[in-house]
DNA sequence: CGTCTCGTTGACAATGATCAATTCATGTGG
DNA sequence: CCACATGAATTGATCATTGTCAACGAGACG
C-alpha cells in the first residue's frame, strides 16, 4: 500500500528517500484494524498515541447530553489524528470510525525521534496540523453561512480536492463511503434535507452520486456553486523552495 | 497593566518569575495601536509577526464573494493572533479589530529565543494553542448543532469564562463591547434574530445586558440551558504538576 | 425469507430570515 | 442648549428554508 500520508506532505514539500523510509517505518509500529462505527477514542481519554489513518474513514464527534452528533472533521487516509494532544489532560471530543479502519499507533517518543532527525518532515507536519486548522475555521464558515447546497456542494469539493491529494480519486470519480447520516451530522443539516439536497446537486448536474460512488464532472462548477476556494488547503507546494539534495523522482 | 496573558497561562501552568519577565518583555517590543474596525492582516497577506492582544476585543473573520460575513473567532485581551502561520504562504482569512485594539507585535525570531530559554513558557503556549482549536471545534458544534437560544447562550457562557480567565470581569459581570451585528456574523443568526434571542434571554433571567455590559446572575444556569461544558477550555491547571522550581506567589 | 440499514418521498410545522419602520443613544456643529 | 446626523437596538409582518413525522422502497445478508 502505498502511504497516502507521504503523496500528501508532497503536495507541501519534496520529501528525500530518507524521509520516505521514516515515515514508513511509522506505519510498521503498530496497526490496528476496527470495524465500522466504532470508537478509537472517546473524550475523557487520555490519548498516548498519535494515529495514522492508512485506510478507510474516521471522524471527530462530539455528542451532546440530549443524543445530538456533530462530526467535527472527518479523517481520510493519510490523516493523522491528534499530534499533540498529550499537552492536554483529557481528550474532549472522541475520534470513531465510520467505514472499517486501517491504523497505524505510533509512540509520541518514535514521532519524537524522526521529526528531530528528519527537519523536512518536522516542517512538513506542521504544515499538515496547520492546514486541518485551517479546514476546521472553514467548517466554521460553512456551518455559519452557507445554504445547505452550499454547504454540501463545499464539503464534497473539500472532500474531493483531498481525497485526490493522497490519490484515492479516479478521473473525475471517488469513493464517499459514509452514509447520508453522517453528513447529515457533519454538516449540521437533517437526514431528510441532506438527502433533498444531494438530489439538488445531481439534478443541477453537479454531482452524480450513486451508491458509494461519487462523480464530479465539472469540478469548477461544482466549486462556483458552492464558493469553494480551496485556498484555504495550502496545496500550493510552498515548501518546495526548500528542496535541497533530495533526487528527483516521478 | 497586568498582563492578560500571564494571567491566562498560569491557569494552565505556574510560572517563575523569570518565565514572567519574559512574557512582559515581548509586550514592549512593538506595540501598535488601532481603531475599531480596521483590519491588523488581511486575507492573502503573509504575515511577519505573532500579535499578542494586550487591550480591545478582535476576531478572525472570512468574507464571501458576495458579501457574507462569517466571524470565527473572537480574540480577547491575552489571545495570540497566530503562532505559527509563517509554515503557510499566506494567510486564508482576515483578522481585524471589533474595538479599538492595543496589541504587540512580536517577531518570530524573539519568540523562539523565549521558549528555547524557557520551556515552561513553551508548553504553556502549546497549551493556549490547542485550546484555540479546541474553541474552534466548540464552535462547530455550536453553528451545527445547537439552536439559536443555546447558540447565543453558549458564546456568552464562554465569552465570559475566558474573560474570567484573564482577570476581565468583576463578579458575575463583564464588558461585551461588540455589537449585535458581530454576534449575529459570529453565530450564523441575522441581526434581527440575535436581537430577538437576546431578549428571551434576557425575559428568562438568564442574562442581563445593557448598553455594553453583561451580567450573568446564575452562570451555573446558563450553561445548563446552553449545554456548555467547560471541558473544551482545558482550565484544569493540568500543567501544575510540572511545577518544579517556581516560588510560590500570590 | 425475514430483518436491517439506508435512501427516498409527502405533508406539515417551526425556526429563523427578510423587509421596513421606528426608537434610542450618542455625538457634533451651530 | 437645541437641531440634526449617525449607528445601534428594537418591533411587526411576512416569507423561506429547513426540520419533523411517518411511511415506503431497495438492497445486503444471514
Redesign the interface.
Same mark, same amino acid.
Given at each position: 500500500m502505498p502511504l497516502h500520508l507521504i503523496r500528501k506532505l508532497e503536495s507541501f514539500t519534496r520529501l528525500s528517500v530518507l524521509d520516505r523510509q521514516a515515515l514508513e517505518s511509522i506505519t510498521v509500529e503498530k496497526q490496528r484494524r476496527l470495524g465500522a462505527r466504532e470508537d478509537i477514542i472517546c473524550e475523557g481519554d487520555r490519548p498516548s498515541h498519535i494515529n495514522l489513518i492508512l485506510d478507510g474513514w474516521a471522524c471527530?464527534y462530539?455528542q451532546?447530553?440530549?443524543g445530538?452528533?456533530?462530526i467535527?472533521?472527518f479523517f481520510l487516509p493519510g490523516d493523522l489524528c491528534d499530534s499533540?494532544?498529550y499537552?492536554?489532560?483529557?481528550m474532549?471530543?472522541s475520534i470513531g470510525t465510520l467505514t472499517p479502519v486501517t491504523f497505524a499507533e505510533m509512540s509520541r517518543e518514535s514521532l519524537i525521534q524522526i521529526t528531530n532527525r528528519q527537519p523536512r518532515i518536522m $516542517?512538513a507536519l #506542521?504544515?499538515d496540523t &496547520?492546514?486541518s486548522?485551517?479546514i $476546521?475555521?472553514? #467548517?466554521?464558515?460553512n &456551518?455559519?453561512?452557507r445554504s445547505a447546497t452550499e454547504r454540501v456542494g463545499h464539503l464534497l469539493c473539500e472532500l474531493f480536492v483531498r481525497l485526490r491529494t493522497v490519490g484515492l480519486t479516479e478521473g473525475d470519480g471517488c469513493l464517499l463511503p459514509v452514509t447520508q447520516a453522517d453528513l447529515a451530522?457533519?454538516?449540521?443539516l437533517s437526514t431528510v434535507h441532506i438527502n433533498r439536497t444531494l438530489q439538488e446537486l445531481r439534478g443541477a448536474g453537479l454531482i452524480v452520486l450513486k451508491g458509494r460512488h461519487l462523480t464530479v464532472p465539472d469540478l469548477k462548477a461544482l466549486q462556483v456553486a458552492s464558493?469553494f476556494n480551496p485556498?484555504?488547503l495550502?496545496l500550493?507546494h510552498?515548501?518546495r523552495h526548500l528542496d535541497a539534495g533530495a533526487v528527483a523522482e516521478s
Open positions: 471527530r462530539k451532546l447530553e440530549d445530538r452528533r456533530q467535527i472533521s499533540h494532544v499537552v492536554l489532560q483529557a474532549d471530543h $516542517q #506542521w504544515w &496547520l492546514v486548522a485551517s $476546521q475555521r472553514e #467548517w466554521t464558515v &456551518l455559519g453561512q451530522d457533519a454538516m449540521g464558493l485556498n484555504y495550502h500550493d510552498v515548501g
